[in-house]
């Protein structure tokens, strides 16, 4: 390999380092002739690869480590395959004619409710339209897969840019053996990156039509985001990242990846897209030191240089549409577990910007300024409607009760109990708020919070949970009691949905 180096033949180099990696795979020069070779033959990604899973057999190797700080150096530079490639999916639908561009982020793919969601959109109401996923998809690699596949499947551009969880390295054994397959965070951001080629998905700017274009910017967060208290803190956000560079240092290397997309033009309303945050304006949720991990001021810098109009942003969870300095700045996350029917949102709709938008960033700007429009007089107020009660105690119990029923068969008991708790605070089951389908198993946590058109009863979830719990304890006197009291409240379920099924006339 080092001869074959010497002489300018990297193809041979880089066969001969493969070879050398394959016979004594714990030896770091391997991996460091085999790096070499494919950063000068013009693979920049798979010569990262090589470098750092080569620090991973001999960590205090200089040579390695030279090696990885010259491809990453490399892949911030306008010379790459990736960039080429980019450049030529930007101008791909640069004539057709304007059409949707919907946008949504934190969709969090491996949550419940999100596979239910994802199968549910259709196959045909999109197929000319765009969507940008704005981070945070999923927590490991399959589910950023599985999710941008879904998306692809509907959408004739999907748009994607890498939040926090999407760099997170899962110890082995939490759904994934992420550990042995990347080396750090940089590692599978580029595995995403070759996955997004895979599917067709855009990670760079696209001209989607003359009026409209979509620029995706990477970004990671840092402490001098914090206006208030600009020092490192010490609450450390995100453990199951790994940067080679350090928090700091990833901020500085997403931005460092922007370069290459800044300089490609772009013409119309760019609407430009990150997972963190570009403005300290921005809400931020109440936490210890959550400032330090929510975005870089640096990224507003670099969408105002693009010309952008809306600015599309996630990662707080906090939906809102702000305006600052003429540019809007959106958030549409849909969160942990998404409700059935959970509709998209357009943001620009066959070359215009939606009016509620801009109707919706006017009313926050007035009240920003404090000119907000006088309230109208009582008599032309709609009419409030009527409040009731509502008993706190309620979400808890449900969420009590779903995540029991998650593992029914393992811990009936504790379902059993979750079950008696919500039957003595809500004597309707039909509106406790639980489902089960017609094989009495309990649906996703989003489906059993949000669903109101079923049919079946909470007494079915119950009955069956109580006749587990009598198969694993035969003797036990509470399982005898629990399921006569089960059946007891099934029968009276069952009467009380036919009663509510009656026509008028019968029950007159």
């Known amino acids: 390999s080092a001869a074959n180096a010497r002489l300018g033949r990297w ?45 991973r057999r001999e960590p205090q190797s200089p040579e390695l480590a030279k090696g990885r700080e010259g491809a990453i150096a490399a892949l911030c ?17 640069a004539s057709r004619p304007p059409a949707r561009i919907f946008a949504v982020s934190d969709v969090h793919y491996d949550h419940p409710g999100a596979h239910e969601w994802g199968r549910s959109l259709s196959g045909e109401l999109y197929r000319d339209d765009a969507i940008i ?8 690699y399959d589910a950023v897969r599985l999710c941008l596949r879904q998306f692809r499947r509907c959408f ?9 969880h999407d760099m997170w390295i899962r110890p082995k054994g939490q759904h994934s053996d992420e550990p042995a397959r990347f080396a750090d965070s940089v590692a599978k951001l580029l595995a995403l990156w070759q996955l997004c080629d895979e599917l067709a998905v ?40 790994v940067w080679p560079m350090g928090y700091d240092g990833a901020c500085r290397f997403m931005l460092r990846l922007n370069e290459t997309k800044l300089a490609i033009p772009l013409r119309g309303d760019v609407i430009t897209c990150s997972h963190f945050l570009p403005r300290q304006e921005l809400p931020i949720p109440k936490m210890h030191e959550m400032a330090k991990g929510v975005g870089t001021v640096e990224l507003d810098r670099q969408l105002r ?61 007035r009240r920003a300024a404090g000119g907000a429009a ?28 779903l995540l029991s029923s998650r593992a029914l068969p393992r811990n009936p008991k504790m379902t059993v109990r979750a079950l008696i708790m919500l039957l003595q605070l809500q004597n309707d089951s039909c509106e406790a708020g639980i489902f089960v389908d017609h094989t009495h198993q309990p649906h996703s946590l989003s489906t059993c919070l949000h669903c109101a058109t079923h049919t079946y ?43 509510r099924t009656r026509p008028p006339e019968d029950k007159q």
């Open 11 to 55: 193809p041979a180099a880089l066969e001969d380092g493969k070879r050398a990696i394959s016979l004594r795979p714990g030896w770091g020069k391997a991996y460091s002739r085999a790096g070499l070779a494919a950063l000068s033959g013009g693979d920049e990604e798979g010569a990262y690869w090589y470098f750092a899973n080569g620090l």
């Open 77 to 93: 530079s306008a010379s790459t395959a990736r960039h080429k490639r980019r450049l030529e999916r930007a101008a791909m639908d």
């Open 133 to 140: 996923l704005a981070g945070d998809i999923g927590d490991t």
């Open 156 to 164: 004739r551009r999907v748009f994607y840019v890498p939040g926090n």
């Open 202 to 241: 855009d990670t760079g700017p696209a001209q989607l039509s003359t009026a409209a274009a979509v620029l995706p910017l990477e970004s990671w967060y840092t402490h001098h985001f914090d206006h208030f208290d600009p020092r490192p803190g010490t609450v450390k956000f995100d453990k199951h990242c």
């Open 305 to 365: 240089s693009a010309g952008s109009k809306l600015h599309i942003f996630g990662h707080t969870h906090i939906n809102s549409i702000v305006e600052y300095d003429g540019v809007r700045y959106m958030q549409n996350a849909l969160g942990y577990g998404i409700a059935p029917g959970q509709k998209l949102t357009v943001v620009h709709d066959k070359g215009l910007f939606r009016e509620y938008l801009a109707e919706a960033a006017a009313a926050l700007a």
């Open 374 to 401: 006088a309230p109208r007089p009582r008599s032309e107020r709609p009419p409030r409607r009527p409040t009731r009660e509502r008993d706190t105690r309620a979400p808890r119990l449900r969420a009590c009760l």
């Open 457 to 499: 009863t909470l007494s079915s979830l119950f009955l069956r949970s109580c006749k587990l719990h009598a198969q694993q304890r035969p003797q036990s006197q509470t399982c005898v009691r629990l399921t006569a009291a089960a059946v007891t409240a099934a029968a009276a379920a069952a009467a009380a949905a036919a009663e």
